[in-house]
């Protein structure tokens, strides 16, 4: 950390930066430069806390030369985290793994229907939401438990991993009995008691980034889940907000080669969400693909036009079945694995 | 709501359009223009889902013409919102209310002794974080019901009322036995579980704006508040993301008016996070006042160097009292009380 | 374009808006809904002032159905446009066209060699800058007309057509002289004086998104081109301005199926400007072309390290071969062509 | 400025750098942290690129402690700027000046009323655009020179100040002939040409914030105009592009104390382009002077429902009549003198 003086700023005030440092139990290093004195802090465990320092009469500005996180860094540990599910996928390695499925959760019917596709097309876990955040409180909320039990039955079905969403600390127990991958939306990324309660779990968790969230956001919300002890981590770029309402979001895609550099975790891309229009996800899902995401995470539903939610950003399964072509040529292209053949579900435990 | 059709959309596709929205049990008008046919929905009670007509084929855009909040907007009920407290101090009436204090609970020297010199610079609601969110999992996270206790000792003291901030649905059943207001923070303005929990705690609630909510947003969130029957709602307007680091957050004044007219919801302004720098907390805090806020949240510090968390925010008490002294002058320009003068402790009951 | 009304308007609020329209040259047809009345506005031929109506008494809000431009859109043209250059090259058709080249022309040996150097790995175009807009006044300006010489040299030497960028009226007629593609920055992307320039000059034109337009800013920066004669145009997403400080800009990917969409002009993305982090340029450049890029335009400097201007984006020629491979996989991948052969220098024009 | 290494970096990669600064003319400090050596470069003349060592192998992040403009810094200059206008009015120092007029020039009657009736309400410069630059081609584009010259008349007729804007270099020599003061829009704050021009045109200029710069590219701008050795300028902060829809822009009122404390030059705000809603101006004029503003410029017209641009922000006269009043008491309370009274028009040479 390197607290830069005012060009004004006196002995005294310098002097009074030493001290607090030293007073927080760190060295201080000052260095006098050819405009203006800069203090560096050594030994920087990742709790200082900078606004102390910022606060000082004198201070100018203080920069972060360390990163505030630490295990979720690559500087940490410096081989790629590989999450492994009960069905043999296996996700951050050379295959590009995709999840799919409908916004919501609505019967039996629909979802292991809509399963049973997807699994034929390629697709190895199944996304679809039980309990759903909505923006407004009169909108379709999910089945809750029921949805999550069927969920369990397009499993058992399919062999298919199942991915579904928890949004508060006690419902988090409830989706880790039955979920296979806890989903932790954009919406909670900073809700620190669903994310200890998501560490503490065992199970792998996906966090998605937040609405506009910096990537170091990210990765300090992640932090909080590899400081519960769980290092099952998948991250997911699904868009940020932006000034253009062309798309819903705006999908940052740059995020998954920076992600790869700063973090060993794995990440996906949800362009379903990160458009929220049906015609643009497929060719982001190519771009993410392209760009070195480890996985997609894509809305299909039997008939969207009748969904109970994100209608509009849902594909036609035969859309999808078209998306899942086009992904295997780039994968191949990069000289990765396309998605693995699952086992036949009667072999599944 | 408006379907906007594309120039090429055929009769048909306006046709399947139609009969979607009959089939959502509304009622629909084409209406053919010089270039493009529209179809308008009507009777939208608020629980349209756009998406499933946005998905359609032939469809351009789907427009919403009502708000898709009720109870919070201003066409719902004309008058103003008054927020009255144990302690006589009312927010959303003519008199402008000053909530202070520091970012968090430390000790109670530290809280009784600031609340003390608080309530005679005339902060009549006293602020103070027992449970506090940080962005990284090894940064002080507050003193939990340790710090409530000695807030609820503060109050006694003092006869302020205290406002303090929930993170989780249990833990908010905790902070509603001890706080006046409770606080749901900008992390978590669209946590559901925890708004309905605060909904229905039959406590009034301080709902502050998430980092890059819209007003939109914002009004939705709280309408969460309002369906569980709680209408005691203050709504904060404390800085959105931005693109420039010069200030921590960009305080968006402009939401004050905006919100006054859309909603009879009260509105005050927290310039400490708004801005993150001490020096810029006082002409933030007057304009606040200026653009027509119902009061001002404004982190004090016995000694802010030495403050736990957000010392580079606090204000010192000297500064504080400046400031006061400022928005007294702008709050009489503008024809508005200032802060009530609370009745001595001993006959707080 | 449609007038909403308040809740609360008033039949003579209602009268006047409608009379106002007449009075604007259009017909107006009053809707009344169950919350409140819509007014539409027939016969809009894109000049229509909506402030004008925005500001009338009783008006909640006016909302654009007809979008502002006219003959960039894809309803004013639906075959695609294709930009022709006298080396054969085309831009919008099935190729994936490469430009590239160092930000600023430096000297001779600089240029025609990195020229040669590119030619031989498949660019066709080289870019160079000349007249540089730099944020600071004291960093180096670009060489000027001397510039525009030496790009001309390198384009006899290589047969390489040449973009460059004009920064102000007359400086572009000058480039016009020397460029085959005059490049509009994205500072200048709404210079309305420089873009009719531009749209007089008969030059193909390369106009790149500002740091903070939406598409539909971009497409009516086009429209000015369009308005004066000149179809020739290209556009490039080159990144936005966002709250994350990882990547210079954010590199807006959906950008580009989104113009497709909307307009019949080619789009090619920069992503050296788009990230401004090298080793970010090639993934984004993958993914450019995974999305539907109609091409790439790419800084290469034969020694980074010591370039003038923008050394840290700009890729060594052996990156920049191993670029050109790994999208030759991707193009094919889609059904596209990739870069073609130029003929030999000689036989160039 | 600060060179900070990877925790990996070479003992050569740390070489590397340290030559390369020393090859560019400055001296370099190696500082080995716990972590990570970082290496400072002494003796930053504002000239450095910093992408020459952001590229170099092994540099993790280049820290720029010294700012790049110097001029306008306050740290060349203490004392405040003061822009004395022939009038009479200066800007900048104790007094709160308004400008005030329509957006746009239309005919004689209308700019000469209007301003007699500003004057009278305490207006001392007056507004009004002879050349709009428009967002479509096809909206009006103003009067041109025969705009101008209406202006003049409406000076001479009242004795108020003229401030208007320049869009291109030549036409920036034309309105230096007749304006006070020389607008530069929030389109072309980064067009070079133009401000060189503008530079060097010895009149007073205002340079109004670009639509998403950061407050440090607002200062780098001006830095161009004090390049040239003008030193007469005045700021603008007139709103930011943001992801809400509520207001054209969210006026950063926090950039007054901001610029305030980094720069000796005056600085006013529009609130009538910051909203872009006529009922939010008065709101948000009183807040900008609350926040320190050394002006305001405010759109007025006489029939504000048929102005030929941005009507629905412009207020009715009696409108602006009440602005004036409640701007006058905030002023007061701020120790500020209100807006000049100027000697009769017979008087003004």
């Not at 310098?14 to 760190?26: C, K, L, N, S």
């Not at 919406?187 to 969230?213: D, E, I, T």
């Not at 940020?240 to 998954?256: G, K, M, P, Y």
Request: negative net charge; contains cysteine.
């Amino acid at each position: 950390m390197l607290v830069v003086m005012k060009q004004s700023a006196s002995e005294e005030e310098i002097g009074r930066v030493v001290e607090t440092i030293q007073d927080m139990g760190y060295d201080a290093r000052p260095m006098p430069g050819k405009q203006r004195t800069a203090v560096g802090l050594i030994g920087n465990d990742g709790r200082v806390d900078s606004a102390r320092l910022q606060g000082l009469s004198g201070v100018l500005e203080v920069i972060e030369v360390s990163q505030p996180y630490k295990q979720v860094s690559r500087e940490w540990r410096e081989e790629d985290t590989l999450v492994t599910l009960h069905n043999g996928t296996v996700i951050g390695g050379s295959d590009v793994v995709v999840m799919a499925g409908p916004c919501a959760v609505e019967n039996e019917e629909q979802i292991v229907g809509i399963a049973r596709v997807l699994r034929g097309m390629g697709a190895t876990i199944l996304r679809g939401g039980a309990f759903k955040p909505r923006t407004s409180p009169y909108s379709f909320q999910g089945l809750g438990e029921e949805g999550l039990i069927l969920l369990a039955r397009a499993r058992e079905a399919t062999g298919m991993a199942v991915v579904t969403e928890a949004v508060d600390p006690d419902g988090l127990d409830l989706v880790a009995e039955y979920a296979d991958i806890i989903q932790i939306g954009a919406r909670n990324m900073q809700n620190y008691p669903l994310l200890r309660r998501a560490g503490q779990s065992g199970k792998p968790v996906l966090l998605k980034r937040g609405m506009s969230a910096t990537i170091k956001e990210l990765l300090l919300a992640a932090e909080y889940l590899l400081a519960e002890g769980n290092g099952q981590v998948i991250l997911c770029e699904r868009g940020v907000r932006s000034f253009d309402s062309h798309t819903r979001n705006l999908l940052d895609l740059t995020a998954i080669p920076v992600v790869k550099a700063l973090s060993h975790l794995p990440i996906i891309a949800d362009p379903s969400h990160g458009t929220g229009i049906r015609a643009k996800v497929t060719p982001m899902a190519r771009a993410a693909v392209a760009a070195g995401a480890d996985g997609l995470m894509i809305e299909v539903h039997p008939d969207p036009d009748r969904a109970l939610s994100d209608g509009a950003q849902s594909l036609f399964p035969d859309q999808f079945e078209g998306l899942m072509e086009q992904i295997r040529v780039i994968a191949q292209a990069l000289g990765r694995e396309f998605v693995p053949t699952l086992p036949e579900p009667a072999q599944v435990p």
